[in-house]
């Protein structure tokens, strides 16, 4: 069975992240979307159960795929779930270099690759970011976050 895990700390899981994870789904027999866990660097995140469950609802039609918190390094959480790749988006040339930088670490110390899918045109300026600080202001986002369809 071919696994690919898609990390990030998903806060809030967009559209964005929503459009790689449909790209990606038919190179895989099953995709895990690794929630980050630790929130060392956010500390006003909401929990990880909190994103896990909120995203688990997207896809609570699609059996190959699987939403779990993870803790420490993505790629001894690819790791655990025999994992073949880990799964990136990128919207710009700044998340290229960063996203390269990680997937040769990744690859040295966990011999695990990093498939980089590019965003598509219409989201490549939405990043979890954004939709916080619109949030902030009190900017309706729906229009930035995928919804459940039953």
Do not use: C, W
Request: net charge negative; hydrophobic share 40%.
């Amino acid at each position: 069975m071919k696994t690919g895990v898609f990390v990030g700390s998903f806060n809030p899981f967009t559209i964005g992240h929503d459009s790689i994870v449909r790209r990606v789904l038919p190179l895989f027999d099953r995709l895990v979307i690794g929630v980050v866990g630790d929130q060392v660097h956010k500390p006003d995140m909401p929990s990880a159960e909190e994103r896990v469950n909120a995203i688990q609802a997207l896809y609570q039609n699609m059996p190959n795929v699987e939403v779990k918190p993870y803790y420490g390094l993505a790629v001894d959480f690819a790791k655990e779930q025999g994992a073949s790749y880990l799964v990136k988006g990128v919207r710009s040339v700044k998340d290229f270099e960063y996203e390269r930088e990680q997937a040769d670490v990744n690859r040295q110390i966990g011999g695990i690759d990093t498939l980089l899918l590019f965003a598509e045109p219409q989201y490549a300026s939405i990043s979890s970011s954004m939709v916080r600080e619109l949030q902030h202001f009190g900017v309706d986002v729906g229009a930035y976050l995928p919804q459940v369809t039953l």
